[in-house]
């Protein structure tokens, strides 16, 4: 397990081959950090399906109006919502898009990224500056690694569970 300095700030997500550590990084995009921790309190991200996974590149995930089993998952609008609350503002920094790293997903507006995001397969350096970087995987990338392909899977694997660490006894 990794070792997780600040567990308020901390995402433990549970996938088909194990547990992924997420590290927030809340002093670079607070809204965005705050968005994760709120919706994985809410169990939101709970079943929601990877619904783009593209090799040598990302996992994308995170559609809670139209990719969880609960909101009868729809392999063609997933990708399309977010979730009850407000789209946030862009909050682009220096933090490049490097393997592990977390990335907003969002429409052509930078400021519509809501609950979706993407774990980068790779070092994908050309996405710097265009979208926001808000954590990074500090322990279990093998289990993202192992993510089903597909834009969309034909059997997409899920978030089974997201978890702020504070909150896991």
Do not use: C
């Amino acid at each position: 397990m990794a070792d997780i300095k600040d567990p308020e700030n901390t995402i433990i997500m549970t996938l088909k081959d194990g547990e992924v550590v997420i590290e927030l990084l809340p002093a670079v995009a607070p809204k965005h950090s705050e968005r994760m921790k709120q919706l994985a309190r809410d169990k939101a991200y709970d079943n929601v399906a990877f619904h783009r996974v593209i090799e040598g590149f990302m996992a994308q995930t995170g559609d809670v109006e139209n990719g969880n089993m609960e909101n009868n998952f729809n392999l063609r609008r997933a990708g399309t919502g977010g979730s009850s609350y407000d789209d946030l503002p862009a909050e682009f920094s220096k933090l490049p898009h490097d393997r592990g790293t977390l990335g907003a997903a969002r429409s052509m507006n930078p400021n519509s990224a809501n609950s979706q995001f993407f774990i980068n397969f790779k070092d994908n350096h050309f996405l710097n500056g265009q979208y926001t970087v808000y954590g990074r995987v500090i322990a279990g990338m093998e289990h993202v690694d192992k993510i089903t392909r597909g834009e969309p899977p034909a059997n997409p694997d899920r978030m089974i569970t997201v978890r702020v660490a504070a909150d896991v006894q």
